[in-house]
């Protein structure tokens, strides 16, 4: 058994032996890099199966006080390691790409460090997921968007990724402005950190309606931000065209998984004040559905396959965020909502991974990421096609796909919860989705091939892709383990109430 | 004489921050703008430390916590300069512009 903390530190202690190796060594190959990398995570990932259970009782002072090991947590860690091994393994594909973008003397130098950063953002991932305190939440969450802003501009002779790099800053730098501001209001009107100790004093506060509803406003704009919630989701088609595309996987996935636990952590104890609650859910519900609306119809015209996963990946947070609107009603709570978005962002990192997998290899070999580079690419490599095939209807909601399911539970959270209006818009975007997944699809099985060659795709990469459509259909149909690994044993979340 | 009360560091707190912020918004040279960010978070660590100092607790002390997140807001801006500007400068040399103007290749 370990402590569950030994996870982060064995991710950063791997961090930094890799820095410092490819630092002091002469190999022009940087290969080796993410090989060892992805070894060391899949043990990282194996340990975090056999992790101690945090102490029943918690001293004050005592590191507990910054950090829970609850299911739900632990769930959101291995998230963040599936997700940094599948974008290392992009990464390998990528190599070609990124070596032309970067300027140096030999070829291959100064792409080490491409390969570097995702395990510390991993690292703050993983912090994130198990802070229980605002100071912990912060430097967890600076963590993830500091080494995202290397990684967005890291081809720094291509402008798109440089003007996507700046916007990233500007817009990153500006929501930590507001979410900080909003963390003082909420230090200022409790006097705690501690998010329990924090909705204990919240509930208790009286006639200070107007400043708690100050706080939490900046709070979500913050955040907002980081999930790309509609009315503060501008930067996200340009900053997801222009990064690197193993990039622009790790930051729909990584970073939408953190924004989302970190938006349940902080709201729970604003929700705790009955007399600000009706408002709170209805300021919710209504981004939700500004969110279903602008991420799933602008994504009609796109024909930039990056462009066009990156409104989807805004409408995903419209569902998502149709889960958050829709805990007030529901008798469990938070607890139950949190497993719904558990398993949707899971659902969500399976598809998303496998779709920029085949991306990848198929626009290192066209040289273009529109969708028509992908006409007749199931005469060319039928498999990158069923693969991509698998992703698109994951991501569209095709019944037996665990993308399915995830929207399911959703739907079923809106509907327990009476938000007909929300419920009608999730169904009539579901059905704008199928639209301009398909159009993927049939570009694939129906249009002919203008270049017959067949992919070259590695064998790593086509057995996580293999891996990746397996699980879609095993979690799809039965979706039980991951639920259960969710919710755990059910008497640690409900200690939380 | 009037001492100085919390409302009076929040205000200046919250001037800092609408300073910070409409710099973001209006100004176009990301410099600037970058400059006006830094500004917004300098107005979070104030009003930390006035609250965590007119907090006092049963003790008499006042609550460190948030002194401690003054620290970590500190080093995460310093981070996040070292960072911006080696972006702005390999956008400089690629480009040679720090306008916002200018960046506008991403559009549909």
């Known amino acids: ?497 | 004489m009037q001492t100085l009360t919390l409302n009076h560091y929040l205000l200046a707190s919250g001037l800092l921050f609408s300073l910070g912020f409409a710099g973001v918004m209006l100004r176009r040279n990301i410099i600037t703008i970058f400059m006006c960010l830094e500004l917004m978070l300098n107005a979070a660590n104030l009003s930390l430390v006035a609250f965590s100092r007119f907090h006092v607790g049963t003790d008499g002390l006042p609550n460190y916590n948030a002194q401690v997140l003054v620290f970590f807001i500190i080093t995460v801006a310093a981070a996040e300069v070292a960072v911006g500007l080696a972006v702005i400068v390999a956008l400089y040399r690629a480009r040679q512009t720090t306008h916002v103007e200018d960046l506008q290749s991403l559009k549909f």
Not at chain 1, 401 to 430: C, D, E, I, R, S
Request: glycine content about 8%.
């Open chain 1, 1 to 497: 058994m370990f402590a569950p903390i030994t996870l982060e530190i064995l991710v950063l202690v791997l961090g930094f032996a890799l820095l410092l190796a490819e630092s002091f060594s002469n190999a022009p190959s940087k290969r080796a890099l993410p090989k060892i990398a992805l070894f060391v995570l899949a043990w990282v990932f194996a340990f975090s199966f056999f992790t101690a259970p945090a102490p029943d009782t918690v001293e004050p002072g005592s590191f507990w006080n910054f950090y829970s090991a609850s299911p739900i947590s632990m769930m959101f860690k291995r998230i963040a390691l599936l997700t940094t091994m599948g974008v290392l393994v992009m990464s390998l594909d990528y190599e070609s790409t990124l070596a032309k973008f970067i300027p140096s003397s030999r070829p291959g130098a100064g792409t080490g460090e491409f390969y570097i950063l995702p395990l510390f953002t991993c690292a703050g991932l993983m912090l994130m997921a198990s802070a229980t305190d605002l100071v912990m939440a912060f430097a967890a969450l600076e963590l993830v968007t500091i080494s995202f802003y290397v990684q967005v501009a890291y081809m720094r002779s291509n402008s798109a990724s440089l003007e996507a790099g700046i916007k990233y800053l500007i817009l990153g730098a500006l929501s930590t402005g507001f979410f900080v501001y909003g963390l003082t209001w909420v230090f200022g009107l409790t006097g705690e950190t501690h998010f329990d100790k924090v909705a204990l004093k919240l509930a208790a506060l009286e006639n200070s309606d107007t400043a708690i509803l100050f706080a939490l406003l900046l709070v979500l704009v913050g955040l907002g931000f980081k999930v790309a919630a509609v009315p503060f989701q501008s930067w996200v088609p340009d900053v997801y065209q222009g990064a690197p595309t193993p990039v622009t996987a790790f930051l729909s996935v990584g970073s939408k998984a953190a924004g989302f636990l970190l938006l349940l952590r902080v709201l729970e104890p604003f929700l705790g004040v009955s007399s600000i609650q009706p408002k709170v859910l209805a300021v919710l519900g209504t981004m939700a559905g500004a969110t279903l609306i602008y991420g799933n119809l602008a994504a009609l015209p796109q024909n930039n396959l990056k462009r066009l996963l990156a409104y989807s990946s805004i409408g995903h947070a419209g569902y998502l965020l149709l889960a958050v609107a829709s805990v007030g009603a529901t008798v469990t709570g938070f607890g139950a909502v949190g497993t719904t978005i558990g398993f949707y962002l899971f659902a969500y990192l399976l598809m998303t991974v496998l779709g920029f997998l085949v991306l990848t290899a198929v626009s290192t070999q066209t040289k273009g990421e529109e969708i028509q580079h992908f006409n007749g690419l199931s005469k060319r490599s039928p498999f990158l096609a069923f693969a991509l095939l698998v992703a698109m209807s994951s991501l569209a909601g095709v019944p037996l796909t665990a993308g399915f399911y995830g929207k399911f539970l959703v739907f079923a959270h809106a509907v327990n919860a009476q938000l007909w209006v929300l419920v009608g818009l999730g169904v009539v975007t579901v059905g704008a989705g199928f639209y301009y997944y398909l159009r993927v699809v049939a570009a694939m099985y129906w249009y002919e091939p203008t270049d017959t060659a067949p992919i070259h795709v590695s064998s790593l990469s086509k057995a996580v892709m293999a891996l990746l459509v397996v699980c879609i259909f095993v979690f799809g149909v039965n979706p039980r383990p991951i639920l259960s690994a969710l919710q755990g044993a059910p008497a640690k979340v409900a200690a939380a109430h």
